[in-house]
């Protein structure tokens, strides 16, 4: 079969390496791809958000299974425009239609879902601008710290956590007032939850569901998670405290409701499902939904499946998702992000990236590259992701952190304390 990778990240390079490795694949296009991509498949320069060029292509190249690695293209519908195809409706596409999707897109939508569905989380209230008196009363009630959440997509920075209240209430009214766009015409307010994080992610046919591995990302651009959110600075699977007895309370109160509140809603639901998630003294509440993989979760999830994730991912399409086997790496998988300097703020782009051949005992997923002549250069914040195996945390986190030191470019910046806190 051939399949079609939409994104360009680290996420997307590692689905497409680890599809390209399954006997049941013959051509692997990602688009539109990264410097990386082309070692496991053929770049395609579309745009994912060109639901019509896509069709186009998917047509030409006689593609079987599309994989939708962003949100914002399954936000916009593109699921909709396949299922909606005479042409297309029987390419096996993964990823929820907007109807599921909204979960991500809509965190009024995810908190009213979850309430419907007793599926633990934070306490919550949502407003708009003409109910500001209204929140302000609501936020009074809270104990510190205020969680401000804009309704809707926001590129990882529409929540704020604020301590001071008249702060928060001042924050409140920027957000409403336009901060975040559309995104923030509505504001979702919670309690906070104190705790740690872990991430679970389900893999869905709409009928079956099975549970991927567990990852830790660590989000802060600062070692010891401290200064600005970035999209991931690494991440760790397992994660120790995620033990036996704490993921059967996720699968309990969490995914088997989450799954069961997708058909009670007629939410024809073929996809992943990423539940970022507190362990508040051993009992999981859910912050958020995701409606595809994380990044760089991804990076450590997806190389300890052993199993044919091909098979896999296509059983979608005829919810045969139970008869597939999965194998899962008991080893530890650890990443560590190479980021560009400045990043998440400004940052140079160009730079010669070197000593990436030199690298044997990681696995390289690139995120920002790109080709230039022969050289691979710096194209992005995020620029590569180094994915290590071990016996323990540090044993993989120390290569990952070894090789990130001999590979080289301008204003190179990472963090050495991935999972350490895990400990
Ligand atoms: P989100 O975009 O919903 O993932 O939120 C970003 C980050 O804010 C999360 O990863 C958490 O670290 C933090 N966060 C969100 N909601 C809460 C909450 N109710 N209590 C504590 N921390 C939160
Ligand atoms: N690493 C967090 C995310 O992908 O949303």
């Known amino acids: 079969m051939n399949a079609l990778i939409l994104g360009s990240g680290g996420r997307e390079h590692t689905l497409a390496w680890k599809i390209a490795q399954s006997e049941k694949t013959e051509k692997v296009f990602i688009a539109p791809g990264n410097a990386g991509t082309p070692s496991v498949g053929i770049n395609a320069d579309l745009n994912p958000l060109d639901f019509n060029q896509v069709k186009e292509f998917v047509l030409s190249n006689n593609i079987n299974m599309v994989v939708v690695g962003p949100e914002d293209p399954l936000v916009k519908g593109i699921v909709d425009f396949f299922r909606n195809d005479n042409q297309l409706k029987d390419v096996c596409i993964v990823g929820p239609q907007k109807d599921g999707a909204i979960l991500e897109g809509s965190k009024d939508f995810a908190k009213e879902f979850m309430f419907k569905n007793n599926i633990p989380t934070a306490k919550y209230k949502t407003f708009t601008l003409n109910q500001f008196d209204d929140a302000v009363e609501f936020m009074n009630q809270l104990n510190p710290p205020y969680v401000l959440k804009a309704d809707g997509l926001a590129a990882g920075k529409g929540v704020l956590i604020i301590d001071d209240i008249d702060e928060a209430k001042a924050s409140l009214k920027e957000m409403l007032n336009g901060k975040f766009g559309e995104s923030s015409a509505k504001v979702v307010i919670e309690e906070f939850l104190k705790g740690i994080e872990v991430s679970y992610f389900v893999l869905t046919d709409g009928k079956n569901f099975v549970l991927l ?59 992943f499902v990423f539940i970022g998630l507190m362990n508040v003294n051993g009992d999981p509440y859910v912050i958020e939904y995701n409606v595809r993989m994380g990044d760089p979760e991804t990076e450590v999830v997806i190389p300890r499946i052993k199993s044919d994730f091909t098979e896999a991912l296509y059983s979608l399409k005829d919810q045969s998702l139970d008869k597939v086997e999965f194998e899962i790496d008991n080893r530890t998988a650890a990443t560590v992000m190479l980021v560009s300097g ?74 050495t304390d991935i999972g350490k806190d895990l400990l």
Do not use: C, Q, W
């Not at 995914?255 to 058909?263: E, L, M, S, W, Y």
């Open 213 to 271: 591995p567990e990852a830790k990302d660590y989000k802060r651009i600062g070692e010891g998670d401290t200064g600005l959110n970035t999209g991931g600075m690494g991440a760790v699977s397992p994660v120790p405290f995620a033990n036996e007895t704490f993921t059967n309370k996720v699968i309990e109160r969490i995914v088997k409701p989450t799954i069961n509140g997708f058909a009670a809603d007629n939410i024809d639901y073929r996809g």
């Open 342 to 415: 400045g990043y998440p703020e400004s940052y140079e782009k160009g730079h010669t990236i070197s000593n990436i051949e030199s690298i044997t005992d990681s696995v390289l997923f690139h995120a920002g590259t790109k080709s230039d002549n022969n050289n691979v250069i710096t194209n992005g914040g995020r620029v590569i992701a180094i994915t290590s195996f071990g016996d323990s945390i540090n044993e993989a986190v120390g290569k990952s952190l070894k090789n990130a030191e001999a590979i080289n470019f301008n204003k190179k910046y990472y963090r």
